[in-house]
C-alpha cells in the first residue's frame, strides 16, 4: 500500500501517454470525438458535464486519499451537499445534523429540504446517547462533523456509524476541517466522506470544489447521474487547481498543526480570553476521541473573548497578518467573527453560537510573526 503524500502527487496522475508530461493536463474541451454515432472512444468521453480527464485524475486521488473505491468532484461543497441529500432524502424522510452545523448546512436544510417536506433534529453528535434518542423510523441520513464548524466539537465516528447503521441511516462525515490527512472516517465506518475542497484539499484559496467519497458502487452511480442531471461540475482549471494544491496537503497539514498548537498556547495564558476550542486540549470534551481518530489536531482554533461581542469584534479588527475574511484552510492565516459572518445563518436558531465566538484559520506564516500579531490584538481587546 503506497503511503499518503506518494498517492497525493501520483494517484490518477501518471504521466500524459502522448507527451510525457508529468503533471496532469488541463483538458478544457466542453466536447469529445465519438467513434461513431453512440459510440465512445476508449476513454469514455462525450461531453464535459459527464465526465472530464481532468477530473477524473482529481477524483482519483481524493478516492485514494480518503481509503474509497469513488469520489466526485463538484463545483462547490454545498454543490456536493446539495446532490447528495437528493439522493438520500426524500420527502417525509428525517435527517440528523449537528447541533453547531456548518451554517451553509444549516441553511440548506432549514431553508431548502424542509420546504420539500425533509424533517431534521440538530444534535449534540460527541454524545451517542443523544443520537440514539433523536432517531425516528424515518431518518435515513446522520449527518456529522468532526471537528464541527466552528465550535470544534468532536464526534466518534466509529460509535456513530455503529448506532446509524443498525439505525437503518447513512453516516455522512464532513471531513473538511480534518482533511483526508488527519483523518480518514470511511475506515471508521462512515458510509461517505464530504469535503469542502476550497479549504484545506486545495489550501491555496484559489479555487472552490468540493468532493463526495464513497466505497459504495450503487451509491456512486447514483452521485453520478444526479451530479450529471443537475450539472453541479467542476470546470477543468477548477479541478487542475485542486489537483496542484492536494500535492503539498501532507507538508501543509503538519505546519498548521504545529502553528495552531502554539496559537492555542498563547490564548490559554492570555487575560482577554475566557476559553480556547482546540481538541488538542486534554481538557477538551473530545480530546480522548479526537486523539484516537485524528493523526493530529489541525489548524483551526475558536475561542471565547471576554468582554463579549464588542471586543470580540475589537480583536478581528486588529490583526495585521490574521486577515479579517471568511473561508479558511489556506496558506494564510484568517480570522473571522462566526456569530456575523460565516454563521449569521444560524442566528436566531437552536444552533446560534456565541456573539464573543472568534474563529482562526491559522496558516503556515511563521509562527512568532503569527503570536505577536495575535497578541497585540488580544492586548487592544483586553
Not at 440548506?108 to 451517542?128: F, M
Not at 472516517?185 to 476550497?198: F, I, N, Q, R
Not at 476521541?289 to 468582554?307: H, N, W
Amino acid at each position: 500500500m503506497r503511503g499518503f503524500s506518494t498517492n497525493a502527487i501520483h494517484a490518477g496522475q501518471a504521466p500524459d501517454p502522448t507527451t510525457g508530461a508529468v503533471i496532469t493536463p488541463i483538458h478544457p474541451s466542453s466536447t469529445f470525438v465519438q467513434d461513431g454515432v453512440g459510440g465512445l472512444r476508449a476513454g469514455g468521453y462525450e461531453y464535459s458535464r459527464s465526465a472530464n480527464p481532468t477530473r477524473t485524475a482529481l477524483q482519483e486521488c481524493l478516492a485514494a486519499l480518503e481509503g474509497g473505491r469513488h469520489a466526485v468532484a463538484f463545483g462547490s461543497g454545498m454543490g456536493a451537499s446539495d446532490v447528495l441529500m437528493r439522493v438520500l432524502l426524500k420527502p417525509g424522510d428525517h435527517v440528523v445534523i449537528p447541533h453547531d452545523a456548518y451554517g451553509g448546512t444549516f441553511r440548506l436544510v432549514d431553508k431548502i429540504l424542509v420546504q420539500w417536506g425533509v424533517e431534521y433534529t440538530p444534535v449534540d453528535l460527541g454524545d451517542v446517547d443523544a443520537l440514539r434518542a433523536a432517531l425516528r423510523p424515518s431518518t435515513r441520513l446522520v449527518w456529522c462533523e468532526t471537528p464541527t464548524n466552528p465550535l470544534l466539537g468532536i464526534a466518534d465516528i466509529a460509535a456513530l456509524a455503529d448506532v446509524a447503521g443498525t439505525a437503518g441511516a447513512r453516516l455522512v462525515v464532513d471531513n473538511t476541517f480534518a482533511s483526508p490527512y488527519l483523518q480518514n472516517p470511511l475506515a471508521l465506518g462512515a458510509d461517505v466522506v464530504l469535503h469542502s475542497t476550497t479549504k484545506y484539499v486545495g489550501g491555496h484559496s484559489d479555487v472552490v470544489g468540493g468532493a463526495l467519497v464513497t466505497g459504495d458502487d450503487e451509491l456512486a452511480q447514483q452521485l453520478l447521474f444526479t451530479q450529471n442531471s443537475v450539472g453541479s461540475v467542476p470546470g477543468p482549471f477548477d479541478a487542475w487547481l485542486t489537483l496542484r494544491g492536494v500535492k503539498t496537503l501532507a507538508l501543509r497539514m503538519e505546519r498548521h498543526s504545529d502553528n495552531a498548537e502554539r496559537i492555542v498556547e498563547l490564548l490559554g495564558g492570555h487575560r482577554a480570553v475566557e476559553k480556547v476550542l482546540y481538541p488538542g486540549l486534554p481538557e477538551h470534551p473530545g480530546h480522548e476521541v479526537a486523539a484516537k481518530q485524528m493523526r493530529r489536531f489541525g489548524g483551526m482554533v475558536s475561542f471565547l473573548v471576554a468582554g463579549g461581542r464588542d471586543a470580540a469584534l475589537r480583536v478581528c479588527s486588529a490583526t495585521e497578518i490574521f486577515t479579517l475574511a471568511e473561508s479558511l484552510g489556506g496558506v494564510e492565516s484568517l480570522i473571522e467573527h462566526p456569530g456575523a459572518m460565516t454563521h449569521a445563518s444560524v442566528a436566531g436558531s437552536a444552533l446560534e453560537v456565541p456573539d464573543n465566538l472568534v474563529r482562526l484559520s491559522v496558516g503556515i506564516e511563521d509562527v512568532e510573526d503569527l503570536a505577536d500579531d495575535l497578541r497585540t490584538a488580544l492586548d487592544v481587546a483586553g
